[in-house]
Structure formats: structure tokens, C-alpha cells
């Protein structure tokens, strides 16, 4: 990993948890439940990763 990657990785992941307060209470305030939203964000973090090893190394999400 380079430098530049690993500050963007950084500064991405500062941003999502700043936002992650705000966008709770908006979404209860909507009528979301706790469950609910912990499985969104969940599946949103598994998509996400996944694509970052699809990018990274394809071969790594391979099964054998």
C-alpha cells in the first residue's frame, strides 16, 4: 500500500465516521430500527471491501 493510498484510506474512513452520528439520528428520527440499520451499514461495509480487494487482488476472492 502506498503512502497516497493509505491517507486516502484514512481520510475516507475519518469522514465516514464523522457523518456516521448525523446519519443515525436522521435515520431514527425517519422511523429506522437499531437492527435495521446495523444491517445496512454491514452490507454496505461488505460491498465495500469487497470491491476494495476486487481492485486490489481479484484472486484473493476466489473460492477453492
Given at each position: 500500500m502506498?503512502?497516497?493510498t493509505a491517507l486516502v484510506a484514512v481520510?475516507?474512513?475519518a469522514a465516514c465516521f464523522a457523518t456516521l452520528?448525523?446519519?443515525t439520528k436522521w435515520a431514527y428520527a425517519h422511523?429506522?430500527?437499531p437492527i435495521s440499520?446495523?444491517?445496512v451499514r454491514f452490507g454496505v461495509a461488505?460491498?465495500?471491501m469487497?470491491?476494495?480487494q476486487a481492485v486490489r487482488d481479484p484472486r484473493?476472492?476466489?473460492v477453492s
Amino acid at each position: 500500500m502506498t503512502r497516497r493510498t493509505a491517507l486516502v484510506a484514512v481520510i475516507t474512513s475519518a469522514a465516514c465516521f464523522a457523518t456516521l452520528g448525523i446519519l443515525t439520528k436522521w435515520a431514527y428520527a425517519h422511523g429506522v430500527e437499531p437492527i435495521s440499520l446495523l444491517a445496512v451499514r454491514f452490507g454496505v461495509a461488505a460491498i465495500v471491501m469487497a470491491v476494495a480487494q476486487a481492485v486490489r487482488d481479484p484472486r484473493g476472492l476466489r473460492v477453492s
